[in-house]
């Protein structure tokens, strides 16, 4: 170390003064080194900055150069495995599975099919019934069946009768007798078995070779999240949605295979893509419908084929759940970005005529159901009126009395809709409750013998199980028995 | 705050200076702009009736003689305060004079010691918020007041036997005075048929409150006589708001007016306007559905009567409990009774037994029936 030019360069601190000279470096040199080096420093000058590092610095590297602290060096490069990814479409689907049927569970040894006459029976209510094989596939192909509803803890798929479900199967076989139309609206309070009255009405239209027309979820058709376009010539002008009635036609097909092989078109429909002529059935008039474009107008053939008077056509059962999706203002949007209302929607039009009794005639009679929801149902200020006046007006019309009040509107509520108030006009409505203590005998009976419920079914399970539940509301029973590992 | 110390401070102040030149002076300085860029200057020298009103300002006298005689010099006071400040002049040197020496003496002392007090105070630079300075407005009058002289019980006993005192006095009330004002009660009488209104006035016992002036009004539009249904429903319209559904009763305030009576009058001459209008058959506002939003019915809940315990309830459901029992009891009879652990327990039974009977078999997975 050279002790003197370090003390020179501590004096002044400054490029100018000749400091720390390297004796290596020639002195022609000197004054450019020295303009390099730092100008305070107690360590004599490197003459000649390393190559690798002059290298480095111009391909835009460190400017420093030299040794530098790397840490995590050796590090191993993660890979995360995150394994398959689902494809899409698969999570969904997931979700959406329904399974009918457990290896596991021990058969039921009474455990009877339905018969055609069956739900419409008052003897068969209390009891616990399987659904035959034929008709499972039929309700699978109208999407009847929940992914919520506990199908997939027993053997084999299977219903309690309860007393509104002969009665409301009484009231549709009447109407047929009569070649009228039920129309009606299922009720209630949550998870009391709603859909599940529908599906038993679809049950007893199959088992009866009726026509069911099931629209699993009436969100489908209005929270604008499938297409749509105006359908010409009409006015007000209506949207049809083609892609939502393609899939309702494969649905109606694949479930009413068999009558509507046995049922024929009575006039040509030069219309379609693909010519009908008369006389032919009305399975392959369905089969016309191939693709998204051109459905509605099958769908509409379908329809009037249906309907047509003085036709021998089988009764028809139409279906909605969720019904307050259709009794509001749908989300989408006209070419004047104005609000569509569902009822301008052609299908939820078709339905809310019929429901109103306005629409098409069936032929043979038939039923129109609708079932509300509680758990996912926008506001509809009207229907929930509407319903509740009908309702009053039932009850005050059964005691013959005027003692129940008809709820009247609120003068200076804004929300009501008319259109909505006049297609629930004149329905019925049945509202369901809690199941009563024999059928809750009945439906637990069948959960222990299935092996799902470890307790001996007698008074003082029932009992309790039945209060837990609210009176017997049929979804918190399975709730406080079935779902529970605590028994 | 003008404290006595204060006061006294300014009282000391002009009393070793001139008054009446000091008056002038100070007005002469008042007259100055209060809020100048210029620097401020004092009178030039060459003012000679204001060097002189300086040099007298800055005079101590030690005794009123030498006042005096100072003040008989100046030549613009008026001859009657020359007469005055001659005949004072002639007193003071009529005293004796060891009183005269007195006298200086005590001016003396009262100058030396209230030095302190006439200076002015001046804060150190260094201090913060002139933390050091003694307050000396501050004199409390109670001196001593927290020395206990053991001699008498301490001052919140004093408080307690006050509030003693007190109680027993509005007990001597309650008990000899109060029953007196029964002499002065008057039955009550409903309200007859034709007294429809009600008024509620509010006092504060003599006091003034900015409320005592209000006044209420509630009615009934059944009471009146008058009117029909259909003008009664126009009253509650015209009501608007102060219309209560749940009891059927209106009720209107007013307390625009300085005095009771006024707003009474003006709530009756109301009562009477509406009515009128009611009555008007020109338009009966039968369009306008009656408002209730402004109102929240409160729901009244009943115990349902189907719930009461009566003793045609009670055998009825004894006779379904008996029902439901002799149902299990015939389950248990006849084996139908279902335990859901037995029949778990009876299934692997079986299926071990059918897999002990056939040993030999290949054990195949069963086809699934899954769906």
Redesign the interface.
Known sequence: MSAPNCLRCLVRPSAGIPVSAPRTVSPLVTPFVLARTAPFSTTAANARPKKEAQGKSDGGGSSRGGKKLQLGKFKKEKVADRGRTPLPGERKAYRKRITLSNDNAIPVPWLTDLGPADLADPRSSGKVMALPEEVQDQLRASEAFKATQCWGMFRKPAVLVRKETTDLVNRMEDAVDKKETLRLVVTGDKVTGKSMMLLQAMTHAYLNNWIVIHVPEAQELTTACTDYAPIPNTDPVQYMQNVYVLKLIQAIKRANEKVLAKTYTMTAHPELPQNMPANSSLLALANVAKEAEGAWAVFQALWTELTAQGANRPPILLTLDGLAHVMKVSDYRAPSFDLIHSHDLALVRLFSDVLAGGGAKFPSGGAVLAATSRSNAPRAASMELALAQREAEQSNKEKEKTDVEVPKKDPFFRGYDDRVEAVLRSVQVLRLKGIDKLEARALMEYWAASGMLRAMVDEKTVTEKWTLAGSGVLGEMERAALLTMRV | MASHANLLRLCLRPSKRLPNLRAAAVQQHALRRSLSTTQWRSAAAGDAGNKEAQDEFDQVFSNPGQFLQNFLRDEKISDEERKIATAALADWKKTPRHKQAQFEDLAQKLTDQSAPLRRAYQPKKDSFWNAEETDTDLITGEVGEDDFEEDDIMALGHAKLEEHREFREYARIAVWEMPLLSKLAKPFQPPTADEVLRFRYTTYMGEFHPADRKVVVEFSPQDFPGLNEAQQLKLKKLAGSRYNPEKDIIKISCERFEHQAQNKRYLGDLVDQMITTAKDPTDMFEDI?L?T?HHKFKPQIKFPKEWYMTEERKKELEAQ?KQ??L??EA?RTDGS?????D??QQ?LLTAKKAEAAAPSLVRVR?M????
Do not use: F
């Not at chain 2, 009774?337 to 652990?341: D, E």
């Not at chain 2, 699934?368 to 769906?371: A, H, L, S, V």
């Open positions: 559905p408002d939003r409990r439901a029992l149902l299990d389950k009774m279902i335990n859901g652990a029949t778990i299934a069963p699934r029936g899954r769906r």
